[in-house]
T-cell receptor
Framework: RKEVEQDPGPFNVPEGATVAFNCTYSNSASQSFFWYRQDCRKEPKLLMS???SGNEDGRFTAQLNRASQYISLLIRDSKLSDSATYLC????????FGKGTRLHILP | NAGVTQTPKFQVLKTGQSMTLQCAQD?????MSWYRQDPGMGLRLIHY???????DQGEVPNGYNVSRSTTEDFPLRLLSAAPSQTSVYFCASSKRGQSSYNEQFFGPGTRLTVL
């Protein structure tokens, strides 16, 4: 298994729909997990941290499943402005960025 | 605050040329790092620094040098540019070193093409 793996997409989703994607990681000793958002030709920016009990920030919900070694991001009521690439970040003894999942919200 | 700034935004080099990518931050962050981002490869760590005077290698350090003489600045030097170094380079900073994770703030990137 690769250290951090994401489905590259693209996910093409109609506006208003709910979309979810996962990120798997190989190091069971990983300690911290995050989702970053990267717009086209821009720098990555932190979207949210992922806590063991799961956490929500508005329309975004992040969850961690340590047993199966994956994190997930759920976006409800998707907006056109959600179109971006979503990078998962896993910290164990080093920080590893996933290659990203591209999301296109369709009008 | 300007955050993390990078110059230049775009650069074209010929094989064998050297140059320095500049990175500066005004947030008094101890930790700074350089990444390259290539299509299908994600972000890969080149070099990082946990404070002034301290640097270390990341995942892909070959062909690059760094120095950290001040807290604010973390330049990346390409010694002899090669086409394989064509990429987008991001500088990032955060409050603490890698013992715990704090949000990394990224600069806008430098798009480098080596012919």
């Amino acid at each position: 298994r690769k250290e951090v793996e994401q489905d590259p997409g693209p996910f093409n989703v109609p506006e208003g729909a709910t979309v979810a994607f996962n990120c798997t990681y190989s190091n069971s000793a990983s300690q911290s997990f995050f989702w970053y958002r990267q717009d086209c030709r821009k720098e990555p920016k932190l979207l949210m941290s992922v806590y063991s009990s799961g956490n929500e920030d508005g329309r975004f919900t992040a969850q961690l499943n340590r047993a199966s070694q994956y994190i997930s991001l759920l976006i409800r009521d998707s907006k056109l402005s959600d179109s971006a690439t979503y990078l998962c970040v896993v910290k164990g003894d080093k920080i590893i960025f996933g290659k990203g999942t591209r999301l296109h919200i369709l009008p | 605050n300007a955050g993390v700034t990078q110059t230049p935004k775009f650069q074209v080099l010929k094989t064998g040329q050297s140059m320095t990518l500049q990175c500066a931050q005004d947030m008094n962050h101890e930790y700074m790092s350089w990444y390259r981002q290539d299509p299908g490869m994600g972000l890969r760590l080149i070099h990082y620094s946990v404070g002034a005077g301290i640097t270390d290698q990341g995942e892909v350090p070959n062909g690059y040098n760094v120095s950290r003489s001040t807290t604010e600045d973390f330049p990346l030097r390409l010694l002899s540019a090669a086409p394989s170094q064509t990429s987008v380079y991001f500088c990032a900073s955060s409050k603490r070193g890698q013992s715990s994770y704090n949000e990394q703030f990224f600069g806008p990137g430098t798009r480098l093409t080596v012919l």
